[in-house]
């Protein structure tokens, strides 16, 4: 569209007549700017729809839906055992609110950082918690283990849909995200030349220990076994990784494109001339 907008201005221009009796005549215009980053003072309407959000974003979001609402998981069921369950229910557990208010905890911090990626990556932890979603509803679906605190009374389709850990999932993609992040465009500025400073690492540590903690209280609390937290914490770092180095990649093509883009058209009667600038 950009590109379009230049050539029907330079045609406009290019296309006047010239001056008549007139050596010295000019024909200019103001600079025209062009940018691929995002207005640092809003966002479009099409920041919720580019950038892979259909594919990683809202259309997941509908696929989860879909599948929470219509999809009841199978009789049986797949590659676990059908006499699985039978532990004490337990009184207490991590409700999803909590897990999901460390992925909007994790977006905040990258917007409150301030650096010139953060639109891109606030997009890119979105799209792996959305994406990470999806899947695991659908493998809850389709290996429909019963819960550790299962029992053959229970008509509650939710206690076979423990493999994989929804919960861990969630937790891991927010810190995988926030570790990722945190290494290329918060403390690459403040390491200087060491490789890994104490602080770093802590924070690393910290981070990778409240999600850690929250796969733990789902088997202390009878609600996964180790393999259902595992394959959720496997599924959503890679899934934050992919979506972190797609985003990473989007905003490393902006930043290296072409910038503020200025063309001045001058035009006499001896000559016509089109001079260029932009910044690379």
Not at 41 to 51: C, P, R, V
Not at 211 to 227: D, Q
Request: aromatic share 12%; net charge neutral.
């Amino acid at each position: 569209m950009k590109s379009a907008c230049v050539a029907l201005l330079l045609g406009a221009v290019l296309s006047r007549p010239a001056v008549a009796n007139d050596d010295t005549a000019t024909l200019s215009f103001s600079p025209l700017a062009v940018s691929n980053r995002p207005a640092p003072g809003g966002l479009s309407l099409s920041y919720f729809f580019d950038g892979g959000m259909l594919p990683f974003f809202w259309a997941p979001i509908a696929g989860r839906l879909a599948i929470d609402t219509w999809v009841e998981p199978r009789s049986t069921p797949l590659g676990f055992g059908d006499d699985e369950g039978g532990l004490p229910k337990s009184s207490w557990e991590v409700p999803s609110y909590a897990v999901a208010g460390l992925t909007a905890g994790a977006g905040i911090g990258i917007l409150a950082g301030g650096d010139r990626s953060r639109w891109y990556h606030l997009k890119g932890l979105g799209q792996a918690s959305m994406t990470s979603a999806f899947i695991t509803g659908g493998l809850k679906t389709v290996f429909a283990r019963h819960r550790p605190d299962w029992t053959p009374e229970d008509t509650d389709d939710n206690q076979r849909k423990s493999f994989p850990s929804g919960h861990s999932t969630q937790a891991f993609a927010a810190a995988t995200y926030a570790i990722l992040y945190l290494r290329g465009h918060v403390f690459d500025a403040m390491r200087g030349n060491q490789k890994l400073p104490w602080w770093e690492a802590a924070t690393y540590f910290g981070i990778g220990f409240g999600a850690t903690a929250n796969a733990a209280e789902r088997v202390i609390h009878n609600r996964h076994n180790f393999s259902d937290v595992a394959a959720g914490a496997a599924l959503g770092a890679a899934t934050s990784y992919l979506m972190y180095r797609f985003q990473e990649r989007r905003f490393h093509d902006a930043e290296s494109s072409v910038k503020n883009l200025s063309i001045a058209p001058s035009i006499t009667k001896e000559t016509k001339t089109l001079s260029l600038s932009f910044d690379w």
